[in-house]
């Protein structure tokens, strides 16, 4: 009932957007409508980017990058003149081109976890804790750590697509399973118009429901954010608001694997809700409230134009910028159990989840909190790029302040334990993205004062190319230098079944890496190496650790898409090593293809059919603790050698993307069935999905 009033609600705000805003905003006709990425500027005088430092040209160079990494085709929306899309840097405030998130093909592998990287870990229902399995993939650890599991779901001002729209826009996507009790359904819509040319608002609603296909297992997340840019020549402002939860009901993985690989000799009908599980009545909750404010103030000149269309009017070349930022930050995470039916273990009395944990720190029913609070400002000045045919580059500076306090439960005194700490970051960023033969961006940023102080971060990219009979090759290069100190978190926690305190040493990363594109042959070379010394992680009895010793991870990928008339054949293949299996274990060999046939059926209508699978070699996958939202790593069970397989048919109808979907269908040509994701966690057995995603921009 719930999700019918919200797509009524969503129904009423799109219909109310065609109606009511077209009342104010003045459409041109279509002698006027030019390709320039602004929007916004009808016939303009001069090239416009999100960031007014980049040309047109250059933006082009930047999306083509961006589509060759994404190996997606542009869609509607980048082809039309009526949207600009962009994300900015939180520090200070530059706006970076991006792409939509309504590519034409392979919808329905974006609408899974799996379809976040070439191999992924996670728990099975979508929205579940995730993990990939290409190390480079992952990002740094976040200050509030049991975030990291969750990253494929937060909301985060510099991961938000803000919008310029000519025309009212709004977004629909919905995707369902299928079973009564087993069903997952998730809801992403968004919906943004302007008013008038400088000032945009929109709002996005993301609501995943999954009950999962076994026992305690259920997923639920709310988030509801409000965002908004104000764009004109002297002012910059970005807004962003969310308001998030998420609830995952804990199982501690199946507990009879041969349920999974051999049905067939367990003798008596099973559905996989009745596959045994640790643990029930036990769940995680997480909250995230981010608020965010971002502005910057141009100084520069108004500038005669020449040319005999426009000659005698002017346009503003802005020179420099000032740049302020605020973000407050409230994030909670509860651990609660009400698995306490008292059993023997050992003549010892004690609760069933304690069957599982070899400490326990207090005897009540665990009942483990944490909140974490962070207050950041930032100042900036930017020199903008290409104001004048000699400046080459653009250079910023920033000053931030990040004021943070903890409080979670004392696991041996009553009440809580209370922390406050800060953190002052001064940093630059050097770079040009104007012209074809050279771009690069370069980034420093060192703590001075407080926790972070001898912290700092040296990060570089440079891009090249050369264009053969009119095809651009690219070739482009990855550096950085890390000395990062320890989270308070990673060195602090305090709960029932865990409870240390560390004083680890800085973690030092240093890589280097590149890639290049070759147009003619559709393929995609890239290779890094990273040397790590004092690496944290989680060793095999679940406590938190960290290697002093260097530890090396060396990843080349191959992206090699195949075309013959209709027929489609894209794979994207991954080789990993690292020298320290036992601290950062790897697969060897991670493979994702897909086979399909592509072709328009009528002029209006496309429409691809295929089939595709993620495969990788044998290794010791990380496990997951549910008590630390964690995962760890185990050498008792090894995953892999097995296909996660899908059957799926694509159309994309004007404005309107849908597909079906069988999921997890190598269970019905291969045995043994071994389709787990990580020890004890199954990914969903065989079963149909479909989708929707609508897109309005009139």
């Not at 944290?536 to 075309?563: P, W």
Request: hydrophobic letters at 35%; one cysteine or more.
């Amino acid at each position: 009932m719930k999700n019918k009033l919200l797509i009524s609600l969503m129904a009423m705000m799109v219909c109310i957007t065609t109606i009511y805003p077209q009342a104010r905003i003045i459409m041109p006709d279509s002698s006027q409508i030019t390709t320039n990425p602004d929007s916004l500027d009808l016939l303009p005088r001069r090239p416009v980017m999100p960031d007014s430092t980049v040309t047109s040209q250059s933006a082009s160079s930047q999306l083509d990058h961006l589509l060759h990494d994404h190996g997606a085709e542009a869609d509607s929306l980048q082809r039309l003149a009526r949207m600009t899309i962009w994300k900015i840097d939180r520090r200070t405030g530059n706006r970076l081109p991006a792409l939509s998130d309504t590519l034409l093909h392979n919808y329905q592998q974006t609408t899974l976890p799996d379809g976040q990287s070439v191999a992924m870990g996670f728990l099975a229902p979508l929205g579940s804790p995730a993990i990939s399995k290409i190390f480079f993939d992952r990002t740094e650890t976040e200050t509030f750590v049991f975030n990291n599991a969750h990253y494929l779901y937060l909301k985060d001002p510099e991961k938000l697509l803000y919008v310029n729209t000519r025309v009212p826009y709004s977004r629909l996507n919905f995707q369902r399973g299928t079973g009564k009790q087993t069903n997952e359904e998730r809801l992403d819509a968004r919906l943004t118009t302007n008013f008038g040319k400088s000032l945009n608002v929109g709002v996005d609603v993301d609501l995943i429901n999954a009950r999962g296909f076994y026992n305690s297992q259920s997923v639920k997340h709310n988030n509801f954010t409000l965002f908004g840019n104000y764009l004109s020549d002297r002012i910059e402002a970005h807004a962003f608001m969310n308001l998030g939860s998420m609830t995952n009901f804990e199982n501690g993985g199946v507990t009879e694997e041969i349920f999974i690989t051999d049905p067939d000799a367990v003798q008596e009908n099973f559905t996989s809700r009745d596959i045994p599980v640790k643990f029930t009545n036990t769940w995680n909750a997480l909250r995230n409230n981010r608020y965010f404010l971002s502005g910057r103030y141009n100084l520069g000149y108004r500038e005669i134009d020449g040319d005999s269309l426009h000659l005698g009017e002017s346009h503003f070349v802005p020179v420099a910028s000032i740049g302020y930022s605020t973000q407050y930050t409230q994030q909670h995470r509860r651990f609660l159990s009400y698995d306490t039916a008292y059993v023997n273990v050992d003549g010892v009395q004690m609760q069933q989840i304690d069957r599982f944990y070899v400490n326990r720190y207090y005897d009540e029913a665990v009942d483990d909190s944490i909140r974490y609070t962070s207050f950041k400002n930032s100042v900036s000045l930017s020199l903008r790029e290409g104001f004048k045919e000699w400046v080459k580059f653009g250079l910023t500076a920033f000053l931030e302040y990040d004021l943070r306090n903890y409080s979670m439960r004392d696991s041996v005194g009553p009440g809580y334990v209370n922390h406050r700490e800060s953190a002052v970051t001064i940093g630059g960023l050097l770079n040009k993205q104007q012209g074809e033969n050279l771009l690069f961006n370069l980034r420093a940023d060192m703590g001075v004062l407080g926790v972070n102080l001898g912290e700092f971060r040296a990060m570089g990219d440079v891009e090249t190319g050369f264009n053969i009979a009119g095809r651009r090759t690219t070739l482009s290069a990855q550096a950085y230098i890390k000395n990062l100190r320890p989270k308070y978190l990673q060195e602090n926690y305090y709960s029932k079944y865990f409870r240390w305190n560390h004083d680890f040493g800085d973690i030092r990363r240093v890589y280097v890496g590149g890639k290049l594109h070759i147009p003619f042959t559709n393929t995609t070379l890239s290779a890094g190496v990273e040397n790590l010394q004092n690496f944290i992680y989680f060793d095999q009895d679940k406590n938190i650790a960290q290697e002093s010793d260097n530890i090396q991870v060396l990843t080349a990928r191959v992206d090699q898409n195949l075309r013959l008339g209709v027929f489609n054949w894209d794979n994207q293949v991954v080789y990993q090593t690292s020298s320290n299996q036992q601290v950062i274990p790897l697969p060897t060999l991670s493979v994702y293809s897909n086979m399909y046939l592509k072709a328009k059926i009528v002029n209006e209508l496309s429409l691809q059919v295929g089939v595709d699978a993620h495969y990788h070699t044998n290794y010791f996958a990380p496990g997951y603790e549910a008590a630390l939202l964690q995962f760890y790593n185990q050498n008792e069970r090894e995953i892999g050698n097995y296909p996660i397989a899908t059957v799926y048919a694509n159309m994309h109808l004007k404005q309107t993307r849908f597909f079906v979907m069988f999921y997890n269908v190598a269970t019905k040509a291969l045995k043994p069935y071994e389709y787990f994701s990580l020890p004890g966690y199954p990914v969903n057995p065989f079963t149909f999905k479909m989708g929707v995603s609508i897109n309005l921009h009139n």
